[in-house]
């Protein structure tokens, strides 16, 4: 589920005229254009798209949509994947983390330099995994 170098960046981008259907912006769609530019996936991949959140980057002050993208592929086919993608040199390499709440706690926060987007995905993601433990035990 880790989707991109999240030491450098995560997939994502801006809305594109592409992503406007009937006067509206379809996040979803853009987000699964990026992910397809940038990772090389396509729609039959990916089980669940899920926005989970929005922040505002404090250096550009726009604001970013976070989505949580579930893919119906392992780690080794999304690297063979994006190998083969149009935006490839976007990543200089893909990193997995476990999806657990104390692995993606450990995921460089401090260690080494995190886009502000990458921090808030992590975050997020390990809040709603510790929040699912909690509930559940």
Known sequence: RGLGDVYK??????????DVRSGKVDAARSMLREAREELGIG?????????????????????????????????????????????????????FVRDDAAALAKVGLGKRPLAPQAEAVLALRAGGLAGRRGASG
């Open 9 to 18: 960046r995560q997939v994502g981008g801006m809305f594109e005229a592409v």
């Open 43 to 95: 729609p039959r991949q990916v089980a669940r798209v899920c926005c989970t959140g929005v922040m505002r980057d404090l250096e550009t002050l726009q604001p970013e949509l976070l989505f949580d993208i579930e893919l119906e592929m392992s780690a080794e086919e999304l690297g063979s994947h994006w190998n083969r993608a149009e935006s490839r040199d976007e990543h200089e390499r893909l990193v």
